[in-house]
C-alpha cells in the first residue's frame, strides 16, 4: 500500500487550501485515515482523523478550520483548511490505518504518504 499526498504550498494567511491524499495497491482494506504535520522543531502531531463510517476528530488548534472528507471507493482522503494561519506552517503527512490477508495471517499496518509542505506567510 503506498500513499501519495498533493495540494501544498505558499499561501496568505486567512486563505483556505486542500490537501488529497490517494492510496494505491492491491488486496488490503483501510480503516481510519488522517493527517498529521509537523512543523520545524517540533513532533509530528495528529491533526484530524476520519473512520471509515465517517466520523472524524480534530484537534483543538484546527477546530472549526479544517474539514476532513473520504471516498471509501477511491481510497482518498481530502484536507480543507479555512483561515489559515502561519502556525499551520508545517509538513503534512496523510496515514491509512490498513488491514491485509497475507498467506492467511491478517497483518494491520499504519501507512503514512510522503509529506506535503504547508507555508502560511505574508
Known amino acids: 500500500v503506498q500513499l501519495q499526498a498533493s495540494g501544498g504550498g505558499l499561501v496568505q494567511p486567512g486563505v483556505s487550501l486542500t490537501l488529497s491524499c490517494a492510496a494505491s495497491?492491491?488486496?488490503?482494506?483501510?480503516?481510519?485515515m488522517g493527517w498529521s504535520r509537523q512543523a520545524p522543531g517540533n513532533q509530528r502531531e495528529l491533526v484530524v482523523g476520519i473512520t471509515s463510517d465517517g466520523k472524524s476528530k480534530s484537534a483543538d488548534p484546527v477546530k472549526g478550520r479544517f474539514t476532513i472528507s473520504r471516498d471509501n471507493a477511491k481510497n482518498t482522503v481530502n484536507l480543507q483548511m479555512n483561515y489559515l494561519k502561519p502556525d499551520d506552517t508545517a509538513v503534512y503527512f496523510c496515514?491509512?490505518?490498513?488491514?491485509?490477508?497475507?498467506?492467511?495471517?491478517?497483518?494491520?499496518?499504519?501507512?503514512w504518504g510522503q509529506g506535503t509542505l504547508v507555508t502560511v506567510s505574508s
Open positions: 496515514y491509512a490505518n490498513t488491514y491485509e490477508n497475507i498467506a492467511g495471517t491478517p497483518v494491520v499496518s499504519k501507512v
Open positions: 495497491g492491491n488486496g488490503f482494506s483501510i480503516t481510519d
